[in-house]
């Protein structure tokens, strides 16, 4: 009797159960799949299992990320779940290679040029809604790795503004192009989501962001929570009312401090930024504010700055940036600029709004410059608001209008102009001193 054959052992490899609505993309047949999908759709976790399907079939796949850290979490996640299955991985090249001879490489898309000359089955693009210059790198260093073997790709994210390559790939798919297929989910989409997470997003974010981060749907303003628009409708002159609180950020390592001020209808009358010593930006903020009160930055070094300008005789009070204040103040922030409570000047103000930005992440939302840009009066802006709203007493929307009108009690009579400080904080709009508190 021939001797019987060896069996071959039997691995068990746990991979992602894929939701119907992961499932529906996954099955689809079009070459190009784009999908844009709110957040915790389940997006990567797709783009993980199709890709460990491909390599246990014994094909090449080519992951690409935005940035190291991105391609990174997806890297260490394959490798785990294929580690039964692997002859040999390196860490240092990002390739595995399995022993069914398929092969998983991972690359950045900010240095995609290495992967030319590769030969893919599939080509995973991740987080695409935030992978700069995206329509280029396809066409010259993915696309090309598809034609020798007639490969597919799945590109995946949330989208970052109407302008971005990845808002140009999803329109391809919604076209004639057989090749091509789009497909848009939301959050709740995703069946192990609950629905009272997304609903306390829905009450916590701006109605643009929550659209853009859960539903899929772009905004005009990309990542910018204010609005473009409302920014634009906020300019104006600087206002000649005397101001009835100041905004103060300080000054770290190559930032400004800046003092901005606010008049009694929310219109900034006061706007400075500058680098000095420490000494000199107290005696600076002193002759500026004079007995005005003031919000300050009292955080790391900033809160020996508030002591030392309280010690002076200026009126601080000292507010403590932590992510759950800081989103306090942005949160209100936007809020006066979509409706439209706010005026500021031209200039170098409006082109910190414009390029402030929002993120996402797992522990809530996020807002800080784009790196090497300045926030500084921005966060002015921000902790003037935050003392107009709490010297004032009262809803923003009763404050009424500075109007020429002679029965107006703003004008004390006809002969006075309305550049005049015709206004003070005790007899018209209640006392700063008895309204705020010792300690923000």
Known sequence: MPPKAAQKPVVEIRLHKLHPGQRAIADHPARFRVVMCGRRFGKSALGIRLACDQV??????????????????????????????????????????????GILEVWTLDTPDPARGRKYALVIIDEAGIAANLTEIWQAAIRPTLV????????????KGRKHGFVKMFTRGQGQDAEWQSFRASTLDNPYIPAEEVEAARRELPAE????????????????????????????PLSTHPPVVYGVDLARSVDYTVICGLDAWRRVCALERFQLPWAETKARIQAVVGD??????????????????????????PHVFTQGSKLRLMQRLIAAFQGEELTIPEGWLPQELHAFEFHYTPTGVRYEAPRGEHDDGVMALALALYGWDRMQGVPPEYVPPPVADPDDPMVMSAGESLSDPVVTTTDHFGSFMAQLPVEW
Do not use: C, H
């Open 56 to 101: 246990l079939a014994g094909q090449p796949v080519g992951w690409f990320a935005p940035s190291y850290k991105l391609a990174l979490e997806a890297w260490r996640e394959a490798v785990d779940r294929l580690r039964d299955v692997t002859a040999r991985v390196s860490e240092q090249d990002k390739r595995l290679e399995a022993v069914t001879g």
């Open 148 to 159: 020798d073997l007639g490969g597919r790709a799945v590109v995946l994210g949330t989208p």
């Open 209 to 236: 962001i929550f659209r853009q981060e859960f539903e899929g749907i772009p905004t005009d303003d990309g990542a910018n929570p204010f609005g473009i628009d409302a920014i634009a409708k906020a300019e104006g």
């Open 292 to 317: 005005i009160p003031i919000v300050a930055d009292a955080t790391g070094v900033g809160d020996a700055i508030v002591q030392d300008l309280q010690a002076l005789g200026v009126m601080v009070y």
